[in-house]
């Protein structure tokens, strides 16, 4: 019985990415498909008062043995697997540096994503960008998609646009263009906000040169939202221009106060002088 246990206590299981395989979202509406992607600041949906059963016992069980690699991996998945990112980017950075010594390159990779993610969840995006320079890639083909999503993401959020989209082609190079669609959807958004999704765009209908009404959905979504931000920024700077016109007046005033006030001395000066 001993033995049993020991062994179970032994066991490694793979943190889940957060998309699977491109082709198994072949039968999805593109809508659902860009909900999937991942976003900044994500909030579990339910908020729990305290600490869940999982999440206790793994954290007993880590605060038992401190520096057991396999205990950190699990204490950071059952966060994230809550929605607890702070708390699961805290925790599995602390086995971040150690992740060689998890033998096993599936656990490993997926560990790393999982931080990945959780990093670039709680913006921290420059964290996000360590821990993915710091993976070999997908050791299966299955986890491939999940790693060129996310890897096009970080990028697009650190700013290196240019990586965003040679790894976006490298992605859908030799792929069907359901797929290609389907990866372009997931990062939509991200590459909206680096300003770099029309040259991808460009790259996924170069596939199917024929009208598409899902990648129809996904550029409305792109010009929609580009066009919300713009007048957002117009509506900013009218508000902003009353209070900025009437702060330069006030200065004025101000100064040509002090000014005159000066005359005036010096008016009262001279003719003290002379009454003198």
Known sequence: MAEATEIVEETWEPCPLFIGPLSAYRGEHVIDIMKCGVRQGTKPAIERPGRSRKVMEASNRLAADPYNLRLIHDLGAAYASEGQWEKAANVM??????????????????FLMKLCEASFRISKPRQAFAVLNSMSGAPDNSDIAALHAMSVQVYCAVGDVQKALSTFKKAISGQEYQDALTLLALVAEDLRA????????DAVKALKPKQDMQLGIIEHYVEAKD????????????????????GVVATVMFLLSLYLMFLLEQWSLKKWSIQK
């Open 227 to 246: 066009k919300q931000e713009q007048e957002e920024k117009t509506l900013a700077y009218k508000l902003a221009s009353p209070k900025l016109f009437i």
């Open 194 to 201: 680096a300003k770099a999704f029309h040259p991808v765009r």
């Open 93 to 110: 950075l602390r086995g971040w540096k150690r992740a060689d010594e998890m033998t096993d390159d599936k656990i490993r990779f997926r």
